[in-house]
């Protein structure tokens, strides 16, 4: 593995943190490194990282929000 890779998986925690739960990928690594953009997009996927499980996140906090709030208005 080159040492681009390896000073960016260790600046990233979230990509250490997959790589250390599922260690087959450090095979994938060494024979292809333009691979760390797919497993870049798995960790996002599996922390719930991306824009989409944000947004989700946020709307659930909304309705909490407002659903207690029609609550203390009854």
């Known amino acids: 593995m080159n040492l681009y890779t390896i000073n960016y998986i260790k ?14 990928w450090y095979k994938v690594l060494n024979r292809d490194p333009s691979a760390l953009k797919k497993i870049e ?12 499980d944000r947004l989700e996140k946020l709307s659930g906090n909304i309705n909490l929000i407002s659903s207690f709030i029609e609550m203390l208005k009854d």
């Open 41 to 52: 997009e798995l960790a996002k996927e599996r922390y719930k990282l991306r824009l989409s």
């Open 11 to 24: 600046s990233n925690e979230h990509i250490y943190s997959f790589l250390r739960e599922d260690s087959s």
